[in-house]
Antibody, heavy 117, light 113 residues
Framework: QVQLQESGPGLVKPSQTLSLTCIVSGDPVTRGTYYWTWIRQPAGKGLEWIGR???????HYNSSLKSRLSISIDTSRNYFSLELTSVMAADTAVYFC?????????WGQGVLVTVSS | DIVMTQSPDCLAVSLGERATINCKSSQNVLFTSNNKNYLAWYQQKPGQPPKLLIS???TRESGVPDRFSGSGSGTDFTLTISSMQVEDVAVYYCQQYYGIPPTFGQGTKLEIK
């Protein structure tokens, strides 16, 4: 059974770079059936799709974040990562990683990231 | 982007009664070549990630109680809980995966009356 676990700092200063990692166990990220995705949720609000990566190297990014966003994948360690530059208060949210076969059948528990000085 | 609009935003239902949540997409999410609607439903409880309930508009995930059902096609979809239980209190989201980016509805908060 696949499991995903996010890791990264809970506090990031404005204008700095947010870096998160999603460790995948129970399923190789090299499986071509799936995309590996980041989704976030500000407190008390809905779900916002951030972007995704496929083992082929194909990435898709939310157009509102595209200029600041990079998603990568590490097949040797079976994880994928997110980097969001020049963060601001509006980037404060719970960040989820998920496995996507169109729909999201497996999710991490989420990590709260607060942007504050 | 395909906009997903859910109604109502909040819903209070008595235990044992039926709950109905609607989801409307701004564009058709039915792929005619395979006759499949690219629409999923999720349940999210406080402090937890969303849980996939239904994919392809009406296919219930393994382990999901059969009181949950999905219906609809094209642009109009419904999630029905046939008999409300205490453990069904949650926020429910629809999501389309027909277009890129995938998009979610704003959520419907389901409570007990």
């Amino acid at each position: 059974q696949v499991q995903l676990q996010e890791s990264g700092p809970g506090l990031v200063k404005p204008s700095q770079t947010l870096s998160l990692t999603c460790i995948v166990s129970g399923d190789p990220v090299t499986r071509g059936t799936y995309y590996w995705t980041w989704i976030r949720q500000p407190a008390g609000k809905g779900l916002e799709w951030i972007g995704r990566i496929h083992i082929s190297g194909t990435t898709h990014y939310n157009s509102s974040l595209k200029s600041r966003l990079s998603i990568s994948i590490d097949t040797s360690r079976n994880y994928f990562s997110l980097e969001l530059t020049s963060v601001m208060a509006a980037d404060t949210a719970v960040y989820f990683c998920a496995r996507e076969g169109g729909y999201y059948d497996s999710w991490g528990q989420g990590v709260l990231v607060t942007v504050s000085s | 982007d395909i906009v997903m609009t859910q109604s109502p935003d909040c819903l209070a239902v008595s235990l044992g009664e039926r709950a109905t949540i609607n989801c409307k997409s701004s564009q058709n999410v039915l792929f005619t070549s395979n006759n499949k609607n690219y629409l999923a439903w999720y349940q999210q409880k406080p402090g937890q990630p969303p849980k996939l309930l239904i994919s392809w508009a009406s296919t219930r995930e393994s382990g999901v109680p059969d009181r949950f059902s999905g219906s609809g096609s094209g642009t109009d979809f419904t999630l029905t809980i046939s008999s409300m239980q205490v453990e069904d209190v949650a926020v429910y989201y629809c999501q389309q995966y027909y277009g890129i980016p995938p998009t979610f509805g704003q959520g419907t908060k389901l409570e007990i009356k």
